[in-house]
């Protein structure tokens, strides 16, 4: 993807986190931007999704990367920071390719995975993205 097609989904991104902050702000008070960020990202993530794509069963929450250096926080600790090696490094390549290429790629080559990397990849996205929409001045 282009960076020009880049910039254009993290204005999706943006334009979409600050229509629900909106929303949200208005109905229940102030609202975690990690929550906005996940919601938005969620929602991205099913427009992207062929209907006929198997569906997943979690919810995009937000979790810690998982990574292969640092140990868990305790705070954060999820099922993420137990899976394999080889999971994690296949899963940071899919993580690193939204954030590079656009989700809807990262999307299309998660077809072929396990529904167990599949998970994964949406249980954690929404921090990446988080992270670089901060990194981006976005948030």
Not at 99 to 127: M, N, R, S, Y
């Amino acid at each position: 993807m282009e960076t020009a097609a880049i910039e254009a989904e993290i204005a999706e991104l943006s334009r979409r986190i600050e229509e629900k902050r909106k929303v949200l702000e208005s109905s229940h008070g102030i609202v975690e931007e990690r929550e906005l960020v996940a919601s938005a990202v969620k929602e991205k993530i099913a427009e992207l999704t062929p209907s006929g794509a198997p569906a997943t069963t979690s919810a995009v929450q937000p979790t810690s990367l998982p990574t292969t250096n640092l140990p868990a926080s305790p705070q954060r600790a999820s099922y993420l920071d137990t899976i394999g090696p080889g999971a994690i490094e296949r899963l940071n390549v899919l993580l690193q390719m939204a954030v590079d290429h656009g989700l809807k790629k990262a999307l299309k080559a998660l077809e072929t995975e396990e529904p167990f990397l599949v998970d994964a990849f949406h249980d954690a996205i929404a921090d990446r993205y988080y992270e670089e929409l901060k990194r981006h001045g976005v948030l």
